[in-house]
């Protein structure tokens, strides 16, 4: 289980599928008689409704996955799924509508993983073409190498990439790196470059 604990309001929040998120809000909040405390999301489904006084109500569609404090009025979302994506505020309704929390949320699943293949080998084995590609993207690279190291000469972007994501190929160590990542989470692969070129020459 992973808690998420939110302190800025108006920040953008990324969020793995199948974690928890915990929202606070950005100051104490005391109601007064007939204020009324609310989370909702995307301004129109409350998620809980607090009066003074009173016990918390959490909606119908959040019953089984939310929690609330009714001493810190923070909000508990248990398991999110994408579609719990939103932007998130409570709100203490009075005399004069205040906002006290604020949150953009995306829910993002962990990227797949990469597998890294040879596209073209030189002859004498100094120029390679590799090829970095996921489930949904892929990418070329070319590197030249000498007998000490191997420099970059470049290639092409990956073709389909996944909203949100990245994906990186490059050189380090006279390893080939390939990292596909988003705000949640990251995956590489890694081969040594010699190794490419074993029976491709």
């Known amino acids: 289980m992973i808690f998420i604990s939110l302190l800025s309001a108006g920040t953008p929040v990324f969020v793995q599928t199948g974690t928890d998120l915990l929202l606070d809000v950005k100051e104490p ?6 204020d009324l405390f609310t989370w909702n999301v995307n301004d129109r489904a409350n998620v809980v ?11 119908k569609n959040y019953t089984s996955r939310a929690e609330f404090s009714a001493q810190t009025h923070s909000l508990l979302l248990k398991n999110v ?3 719990d994506s939103g932007v998130y505020r409570a709100r203490v309704a009075a005399d004069n509508n205040s906002d006290v929390a604020e949150y953009s949320v995306t829910v993002l699943d962990p990227v797949s993983g990469v ?9 004498d084995s100094t ?8 489930e949904d993207s892929l990418i070329s690279s070319t590197f030249t190498c000498g007998t000490q190291t191997c420099s970059h000469e470049g290639g092409e972007r990956a073709e389909i990439i996944t909203p949100g994501a990245s994906l990186d190929v490059y050189l380090e160590n006279s390893s080939v790196i390939c990292n596909h990542s988003n705000q949640v989470s990251s995956t590489r692969g890694i081969q ?4 490419f070129c074993k029976g491709k020459s």
Not at 29 to 34: W, Y
Not at 115 to 123: F, G, N
Not at 192 to 195: G, L, N, S
């Open 115 to 123: 597998k890294l293949t040879v596209k073209l080998c030189s002859s």
């Open 192 to 195: 040594k470059i010699e190794e």
């Open 29 to 34: 909040v005391v109601l007064k008689e007939a």
């Open 81 to 83: 799924q994408k579609e």
């Open 127 to 134: 120029k390679v073409t590799v090829i970095c590609s996921t």
């Open 49 to 59: 409704r607090l009066a003074q006084c009173g016990k918390p109500t959490i909606s």
